[in-house]
């Protein structure tokens, strides 16, 4: 069968060596099995975890604070968003985790990052990690 339009545009924009990688994470992530790394578990990072983890995914949960990775675990939310019963649930049924070790994201399929944002002396975003 011919490849629509659609399709061949949007070959020549990803680039032939790109696309069965995001193929291979778009069929993980709709059957379910991709594993999630949320890095960073604040306001931001921790609700989403939880979120993901009802939904099905195996996620982890990645802080560089030992202290609030062992709260977490133990149970106690560090945040009002959070209630301790929904946080227990998700950690009782395994599909979440919490931990310290970056290394852990070599094992997900995906990894979001909510970690603050560093700002310049002048106090506006420094995106210098990311280039
Ligand atoms: N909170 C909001 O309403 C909101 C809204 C929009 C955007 N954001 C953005 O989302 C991001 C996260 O915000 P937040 O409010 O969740 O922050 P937060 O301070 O509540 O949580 C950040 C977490 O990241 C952890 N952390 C810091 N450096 C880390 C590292 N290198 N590796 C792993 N963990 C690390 C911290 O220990 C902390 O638990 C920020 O960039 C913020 O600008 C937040």
């Known amino acids: 069968m011919k490849a629509t339009t659609d399709e061949v545009s949007k070959k020549e924009v990803i680039g032939t060596s790109q696309t069965r990688p ?8 709709k059957s379910g ?3 999630i790394g949320v890095v960073g578990l604040g306001y931001v990072g921790l609700p ?3 979120e993901m983890a009802n939904s099905g995914y ?17 149970k106690t939310s560090p945040i009002a968003d959070i209630s301790d019963e929904t946080l227990a649930q998700v950690l009782d049924k395994q599909e ?3 931990i310290s070790e970056i290394s852990a994201i070599a094992d997900h ?12 002396k002048t106090k506006t975003p420094d995106f210098v990690g990311l280039t």
């Open 96 to 98: 979440f985790a919490a």
């Open 58 to 74: 195996s996620v982890t949960g990645i802080d560089i604070n030992p202290m609030h990775v062992s709260k977490i675990n133990s």
């Open 22 to 29: 995001l193929d291979t994470l778009m069929a993980r992530l």
């Open 48 to 50: 989403l975890a939880v």
């Open 109 to 120: 399929d995906a990894s979001i990052v909510c970690v603050p944002t560093p700002l310049t």
């Open 33 to 35: 099995e991709a594993k």
